[in-house]
């Protein structure tokens, strides 16, 4: 019902910024929370950041609170996610996630219905 795709990842060096797109599909966008995820080679999927299906910020994981802006555009039917200061930790696939049953997206992966491919994100040192 609904597909996701993300781009905008890449090889970077530390220090740089990224800008990481999710292009939306299939469902009217307004009426779906929204979340970005991560997820390193041999690590847990780790939340990144959710916003509301009108824009407020649902939370941002400690790891990156002060670095990752989120942002949607329900006009456009996108959301963003601004990465400055990137570190080599910050290396990962990055995903978008869509729970179209809540008002504010959540922390825990299993809450979202939809996901997108993922884009991969390597930061040198």
């Known amino acids: 019902q609904v597909q996701l795709q993300e781009s905008g990842g890449g090889l970077v060096q530390a220090g740089t910024s990224l800008r990481l797109s999710c292009a939306v599909s299939?469902?009217?966008?307004?009426?779906?929370?929204m979340g970005w995820f991560r997820q390193a080679p041999g690590k847990e999927r780790e939340f990144v950041v959710a916003i509301s299906r009108l824009g407020s910020i649902s939370g941002y994981a400690d790891s990156v609170k002060g670095r990752f802006i989120i942002s949607r555009d329900n006009n456009k039917n996108t959301v963003l996610l601004q990465i400055n200061s990137l570190k080599p930790e910050d290396t990962a696939v990055y995903y978008c996630?869509?729970?179209?049953?809540?008002?504010?997206?959540?922390?825990?992966?299993?809450?979202?219905?939809?996901w997108g491919q993922g884009t991969q994100v390597t930061v040198s040192s």
């Open positions: 299939g469902r009217t966008f307004s009426s779906l929370a």
């Open positions: 996630a869509a729970d179209p049953n809540r008002v504010y997206g959540t922390t825990k992966p299993t809450d979202y219905d939809y």
